[in-house]
């Protein structure tokens, strides 16, 4: 194998792993918005919810599809973002932490996705993708941060959500670190 055919063959391979990252990540992110919808039961949250949850599924869809049409298929993500957020913070119960984990997950994959579009040499078609990705996440971070604000104040605790995004940004940024490490690894090659 020549040396180019193999820098493109690592290229390829980082560009599937990379895309079935975000693929798993949306997915596992319906689950908290699933788990949501369970818990919060008023009309404003349940309609909001539901186009959020579409969103996350579509998201994975338009990774999934993004993914075959480099024909490959998705690869299995058992230790991604959410896996490592969840195996730290465990599954918050209560409706304000579950809201504040919300948040800091979007923040995360719209800064994600925003800096893959800065990168040099992104296809057109991964460009479209991210676009639209990120469009959707700014919509979610804002009515997920004034929701879970609104509980908090209702509740009598007007601090509890900002405490809570704290204590997950610090989680995030701790299994930020790792990833990036990890994907220094296997992404040097193509660089």
Request: charged fraction near 35%.
């Amino acid at each position: 194998m020549s040396a180019a055919t193999e820098d493109r063959s690592k290229s390829f391979q980082y560009e599937v792993l990379a895309y079935s990252y975000y693929r798993d990540a949306e997915l596992r992110g319906s689950n908290l918005i699933y788990r949501l919808l369970r818990i919060l039961p008023d009309d404003e949250s349940q309609i909001l919810l539901s186009e959020h949850l579409a969103d996350e599924t579509r998201h994975a869809w338009l990774w999934t599809e993004r993914i075959k049409e480099l024909g490959a298929a998705p690869v299995p993500i058992t230790d991604g973002y959410q896996v490592r957020i969840g195996k730290r913070a465990g599954l918050p119960r209560h409706p304000v932490d579950l809201l504040a984990l919300t948040v800091v997950v979007e923040q995360r994959a719209l800064k994600r996705y925003v800096e893959h579009l800065k990168r040099d040499d992104v296809p057109e078609r991964t460009q479209e993708v991210l676009r639209a990705v990120s469009k959707d996440e700014g919509w979610h971070i804002d009515w997920v941060r004034k929701k879970g604000r609104d509980i908090a104040i209702e509740q009598g605790d007007p601090e509890r959500f900002e405490e809570a995004l704290e204590r997950y940004r610090m989680i995030d940024r701790e299994v930020w670190a790792e990833l990036e490490d990890l994907e220094s690894v296997w992404a040097p090659a193509v660089n």
